[in-house]
């Protein structure tokens, strides 16, 4: 008699471990319950330690949103949100090419319990960034364009043919642009735009690059500017396809950018304090760091961790944790040039890109953010309270020549100055000491 | 006198066939002795081990003495242990104690 419901108790564990998405049963504070062996196979690898007890906990680096999603849900049951995208690494970490990117979709079962549902979407979203891409592009046809401007390129990327609008947008004339890379068309080194060679090496790859940033005419005035690079070949049929030549378009967006631009800050930037988000962060680092490699330009970070932001937390709320995290975010950000980078990489934890900046002057940029940070007075409700953060700085070298790495050093400063008792920029330059010392 | 051990044994050949599987793994797994005996442990009894913590450190490391925080996921409930991996180049078997009062 009792084995039949054993039988079917069996067949439902394996129905559950051999399901392909990654099922976990949670409480409120994270807490797992059940578990299923894909869910583990996906969260493992991500886990501290390899320690794989509590949801948020395992996330909070990537996701430290999810608690603050769960307890702003205020139905007894339902869906709190579906397929919310985790970005876990970039490409290119722990040697692999290939990001990592998760999807959660979590569901209140009852006041107790939440089901969190996992899937890795990592190659779906490569996809999506392509066709985003493309259908910004095609939408934006539709628009009105301030003006648009077509430049002919032949098979080694030299310019040779332009419209009259492209003089128009560029500010040179037709004769002076022909034989020029499109590299030659840009006249403020410091950009956010993609350089011509990496464009080329992709449109040769796919057929075609999209690429936007801001640019800058002769007459020193900054456009937003999407740029398109379309590979040409006279035979379709033949193959490999025989590359002729590129047809470049481009379109000066900038006024009528305020959709695209709300859309984009939607996608890039952290709900919360306004930063950019930890995805966006490394999409921009990696290309700060081929366009600052290309033209032999420095790069810099600054990692910024709030001291005792966990004491905040446990003294005041969660509300008071998040005005601080608000309140560090839009001090530092305050003090940066428009083309640095301030984002949330998880917790309390930020970082500045700084393009064109050497070791130096990103340590005497963190100690001017160090003095904003300890100026700052947080108020929630009747509570006043102060705060300090530490700082590591770390610029490109020899030796470390990618972002994570770049990250890496940077982290562990930080965590030099956080022994050397917080409220510190590492490493701390003598010339920087002596000039704080005078100020105080 | 396994089977009187506080902790659990599970004594692995070469292969990863379970050939000693004490009482007291069997009891707080909840799994009988006879249906384990005999089967692949990794790929079968406890895949929530079949990974680089466990598995994969028998296969890389020839000489292992270890004990290593982990998290049980036997019928997907997460419990925490500790593992102590034994193995060795003069022995036959290799070793998973479980600890799991913690």
């Known amino acids: 008699m009792s084995v039949e419901p054993d039988d079917q108790l069996n067949e439902l564990l394996q129905f559950l471990y051999a399901c392909p998405v990654g099922l976990i049963e949670l409480a409120a504070d994270g807490e797992i319950r059940l578990i299923n062996p894909l869910a583990m196979q996906l969260l493992l690898p991500i886990a501290q330690n390899g320690i794989v007890v509590n949801l948020f906990r395992v996330l909070e680096t990537y996701a430290p949103e999810l608690r603050n999603i769960v307890a702003a849900f205020s139905g007894m049951w339902g869906i709190v949100c579906e397929g919310k995208r985790i970005f876990v690494h970039p490409g290119g970490k722990y040697g692999s090419a290939d990001p990592l990117v998760l999807a959660c979709t979590l569901v209140r079962i009852d006041c107790q319990r939440f ?304 022994r050397n008792g917080r409220n510190r920029v590492e490493p701390s330059l003598p010339s920087v000491a002596v000039l704080h010392h005078a100020a105080e | 006198m396994l089977d009187s051990l506080p902790f659990g044994v599970i004594g692995l050949s070469e292969a990863g066939v379970v050939e000693i599987y004490n009482a007291t793994e069997s009891r707080l797994a909840g799994l009988p002795v006879a249906r384990i005996i005999g089967g692949r442990f990794f790929e079968h009894i406890a895949q929530c081990m079949n990974n680089f913590l466990v598995a994969q450190r028998f296969i890389d490391e020839p000489e292992i003495d270890t004990i290593i925080d982990f998290v049980l996921t036997l019928r997907m409930r997460p419990t925490p242990v500790k593992l102590r991996l034994l193995q060795s180049a003069g022995h036959a078997l290799h070793f998973v104690l479980v600890e799991r009062a913690l």
């Open chain 1, 115 to 418: 089901m969190a549902a996992l899937t890795d979407v990592s190659k779906q979203v490569m996809q999506e960034q392509r066709l985003r891409q493309a259908e910004t592009w095609f939408a934006t046809l539709l628009d009105s364009v301030n003006d648009y401007a077509v430049i002919s390129l032949d098979r080694n990327g030299f310019i040779d043919g332009v419209s009259a609008a492209a003089a128009r947008q560029t500010g040179l004339s037709r004769d002076a642009m022909m034989n020029l890379s499109l590299d030659a068309l840009d006249l403020q080194p410091r950009s956010t735009a993609s350089s011509a060679a990496r464009q080329i090496a992709i449109a040769q790859r796919d057929g075609w690059h999209l690429d936007e940033g801001w640019r800058t005419r002769p007459d020193g005035e900054r456009y937003w500017c999407q740029r398109l690079v379309a590979a040409r070949s006279e035979d379709e049929c033949s193959n490999p396809r025989v590359i002729t030549g590129y047809t470049v378009i481009l379109r000066d967006v900038t006024q009528r950018a305020s959709d695209i631009q709300r859309l984009k800050e939607m996608l890039t930037t952290d709900h919360l304090t306004g930063a950019s988000n930890r995805a966006h962060f490394f999409e921009a680092a990696e290309h700060a760091r081929l366009a600052c490699n290309a033209q032999g330009q420095p790069l810099a970070v600054v990692a910024v961790d709030i001291d005792r932001f966990k004491r905040i937390n446990d003294t005041y709320g969660h509300a008071a944790g998040d005005a601080a995290l608000r309140a560090v975010s839009a001090a530092c950000r305050a003090l940066l040039r428009p083309d640095d980078l301030f984002a949330r990489l998880g917790g309390e934890e930020f970082v500045v890109l700084l393009p064109s900046m050497d070791l130096d002057s990103a340590v005497g940029l963190a100690e001017r953010l160090r003095v904003a940070v300890k100026a700052i007075t947080v108020q929630v409700g009747d509570v006043y309270f102060g705060l300090t953060a530490s700082f590591g700085c770390a610029a490109m070298t020899d030796h470390v020549t990618a972002i994570t790495e770049l990250l890496t050093a940077a982290d562990a400063l930080l965590y030099t100055a956080k």
